[in-house]
């Protein structure tokens, strides 16, 4: 009695998930994110990013005449949930896979998704992600592997530092930059004075400061998120921790700002992908979406933004909405402002799938950022 | 009664076969899921001897799935047979489940609730921390499928026949053990371990060994797990999994046999069947799970088993009435 | 004649107050001893500690002459000493047999036999014959928590019996269950004791089955042993009259 | 040892805030059993409850007040009522188990209707530093800290010094006695109920400010006021008091002298280790286990 009823409603289920028809008009786009679990501030910023570059694109009549569709599939931030809804995303054969944006779940959905020869535009920042040399993988911001040598580089040539000290965040994101950068301090013979993990979500951070404090070091590299940044920055300004704190987009945003205040006085970073750059085209962005949702988005809701606009873009420099010939054409294509502004910067991809574009080294002065220098593509 | 028997039978036969044969026309996705539905329905019928016969909470099931997980990813990705690593994974879940056991001689059920709770949280913090061994927050990929006397599982078909397989394998080994006198002596642990132990059942030995068992479970499910994903890392393995494993058992109905089939369907397929709620699904199934609680603390198949019981009752009674009446005309 | 159980001095206090306040006796094989006294006397309080339910604060408790004292409850049942409890103990979802299969299983081969070995630990055939010993037959695949309250005070008796015990300890048997029944319960304990060589020590509070049954009556007050004699002895000292029986 | 001070005090003040949601925690379990899994999200949605009537158009005052009567309904009244009550007769477990539930839809329910980002929240305390004996502190934590101790003080007077107080451990600690002698039971059980709900929107109040208003914040609240409940006594309210301050201190301890990426391990080998050793915590009453 009691198996049958269990087998066949199973069955029943799998069976209508699997049968949804292909129809004609619309192009399908799948996106797989964080909507739950631990990265549901990441998924959700990246899903809002993608609803309102296609609410833009279909108000201005899609991509060559035909309406962008996108349907939205919960990771729950856990890869195997991932594994399953990028399967299934795939089975439904979309013209482009979004997301996930946990390296993790990347790492886990992207042989599927170079198996069934579909490009995946996704968020995760993990060096080795684009050094497997998957064909159809591509990034929405710079991989740590690009950011954190220009870090490095400003904290060696500019700041003159011998000795630092790193916090990190301990998941995927926190410790792969916190591995790129030391793998370049070692280069410039840059000693790590103290080597601070910290969990998501911490509150607390005077121990970790207190370290800090002892170990004296002649610049502080904090690569955590944006409210932990604005926490241990209100920290390390209470116990007088003078010295430079240099970051990332994470330690230099608006919001970081915002939460922080006068402690994030002095902070500085360089900025690949940020909804503060000093870009005309950003802040118009960053307008609609507040107006639409309320928040200030993080990077990861540009990201979103930036994946729906790359496939537009290139799929009207291929002339046809061609899931095969996808991949190929992005390979090697500058997507310019001036042609497309809603790539909002100049973007190249190469054929690994990074994205190419100008950064910026910021610095917090008196609760606004200051651009100190551009830097320029690599590509130029 | 043997009709009823025959019908039973039938019914299962047809199930097992539906379970084989319908799958092959699935895509990669439906077979996944039914793949992750095998894997997690063998960690909850750990679980559910642990605490739904021999009533010992739980909440490190996830964790010890992690360690069956990681056992395997580990071992495989050096070149080790996956039945290898299936051993070993038994082993160790057996012996950590047989140790944290011990807190449950010593203290009441939620403080046990507590240990094993810190117990998760450790194993998490191990698997994240501890990079020389399970690579850490980065996680191990690539982990590959196995072969079985010679045959590839690479393929999602393939590979579901494996989980399959194993499901079976996994649902006689239990049966058979709840039907033994262990089982017995389980059921008597969780309902009055006093009387129990007067009846010379060594609840010491018994609760350790239902915790031990029901960790290898597991371990078994994390075997299946690491080559199912080829991917595993910390994440999943965080208490949420423990919590997860939990309410499939209670929700399925704790110390039902079916009771673990039906909870994991529901866990695994339900975002499926609330698709057009969005995001509101965790939320309705919150609400569904506190209902269902309120109406019915032993799951769906409490339910199901109190209306048989009652029913059962009601024809007793009627039989003993019609027994009573006839002894009172026979002078 | 052997003495199956010898207490020495056994006392148990809680928190200061002492339950049972030194008290020694022993059992010879097939006697059937009667523990009578008031509430709150200590009489199931000496029951859990000769048992090791509770472990005494003094004394000693030799079965056929082996130290006991601090056993395991499942231990000493291991060595053939079983009792029932004052308030019901059967397992009310586990069928009449499978309650006493289950009562009997532990004595049965060892661990591995019993998880590798048949279902019933090949006690079917026992268990039956207990079954019909105590009339229980219409009801063997009953749940035990659908029969009547006498009916489960049967099957917790025969329950203590399963495992073939040297020594059993009753706590009141009799207690709710009525007349048709006492006298069947009386009979059975009776034949057990007989035929089985089986040695009781009962607690209760019937006092005409505690008379007519039992070779030997203890008498407790106040956490000692107050009397102790044949039924008739007992029946007639003065004592006991004054603090128990005297109404 | 300049660093210590820091780390004590810091330590301490969110010890006490930890010490706040323990003791709730006791206070249910003694009344009526209840293991709240939720009592981190209880703590995490006052906040959102306030940040909605101010969205609204109230001032924070206001706002502070709705949210706090907000809160004796939903997470007091509500709760014993849809939840508490009619789970109780199936026992602990199912109960745990059903507030397991609740909180994954406290949680869901928070990101959904209101956001998954955090939000900033204003603080009752002023911002700023002050410097006591030459060490910088912020203003912040000495303001929680005071609070945190008047709460608790203000609530061991309620149940030791006054006749509700009495009649409420009466009630929890033998409700068939105290229902003989004239104690209205259900009422107390109804009180401590929202004595919690008070607590944990005062908690809510005070920790939002650093934590941010986010969906996410009770898990580890939650598990933290936990480990204090039991490390300091499950029984006793001045054992989940006890208990809050040492978890907050020693937290701060073993991230800077063990080591930061096990910290969260300490706490729980802590609470493992008195499960162990002293199941009735530091300062509680043994519970008997009847095998």
Redesign the interface.
Known sequence: MKPVFLASALLATVLTGAAIAQAGAPIKLANVAELSGGGATVGTNWKNGIDLAIEEINSKGGVLGRKLEVTHADSQSNPGVARAQVQKALDAEPYVLLGPGYSGSVKVTAPLAAEAGIAQIMGGEAAELTTAGNKFLFRTSFGQQSSMPKVAKYINDELKAKSVAIVWVNNDFGKGGRDSISKEFAKYNIKVAADLSTEAGQADFAADVSKIKAAAPDAVFVYVNEEESARILKELKRQGVTVPLVGETTLVGQKVVELAGDAANGARGHVGLTTDAPVELIKAFRDKFVKKYNYVPDHNGLKGWLAIYMIKATTEKMGKVDSKGFADALHGFTITAAKEPGILMDATFDANGDIDRQGFLVEIVEGKQVVKQVLPKLGN | MTAAKT??IG??I??IA??II??MN?????L???S??AVMTIAAMGLNLTLGYAGQ?SLAQGAFVGIGAYTAAIMTSNGLPLIGALGVAIVLCFAIGWILG??AL??????L???T???S??AF?VF??EDWLTK????I?NIPRPEIFGYPTRRPLPFYYVCLGSLALVSLAVWW?I????G??F??LR?????A?????????YTLMAFAIGSALGGVAGTL?AP????V?P??FHL?LS?DL??MV?VGGSGFF?GP??GA?IAV?L???LRFT??????L???A??GL??YS?TGI?GI?DRFI?ERR?KA?SAQRAVAKAKLEVTP | MTAVLEVTNIRKSFGGIAAVNGVSFDVQEGEILGLIGPNGCGKSTLFNCILGQLSPSAGEVKVDGKVVTGMRPSELNGLGVSRTFQLLQVFPKLSVRENLILAGQEHQGNMLSRLLGPSDAGLTEAANQMIGFFKLDHLANEPAGGLSYGQQKLLDAAMAFMGGPRLVLLDEPAGGVNLTMLADLKDRLRAINQEKRATFVVIEHNMEFVMSLCTRVMVMAEGKVLAMGRPDEVRANPAVIEAYLGH | MSNLLDLLIAGLATGAIYAIVAVGFTLLWQTSQTINFAQGEFVMLPAFLMLAVMHAGAPFWLAILIGIALSLLLLGLGFKMLLVDPMLRHGVLPLAIATMALAIGIKEAAKQFWSAEASPFPSIIPGGDITIFGRVVALQSIGVLVLAILAVLGLTTLLNRTSIGHQMQAAAQNPTVARIIGVPVERMILLTFLINAFLVALASLLITPIYLAKFSNGEVLGQAAFIAAIVGGFNQVRGAIAGGLLIGVVDNLSAAYVSTQYRAAVPLVLLIAIILFRPQGMLGRPEERTV
């Open positions: 019908l039973k019914l299962g047809v199930v539906a379970l319908v799958p699935f895509n990669r996705y439906g996944f899921i039914l992750q539905w909470v011990y807190p010593r203290v009441q059920h939620h403080y609730a507590f240990v709770l810190a117990f949280t450790l913090l994240r921390n850490g927050i980065y996680g990929s053990l039907r033994s006198p262990w017995r002596a059921i008597a309902e009055n371990p006093v009387r132990l007067s009846l010379g059942i060594d609840t010491r030995r797990y199912l994903t080829q991917y890392d994440v999943p949420s919590l939990l309410m209670i079916f089939f039906l369907m397929l975002p499926e069947w969005q995001g509101y699904y965790l939320m199934y919150a609400i799970v506190i609680l309120i603390p198949l199901l019981s009752t007793a």
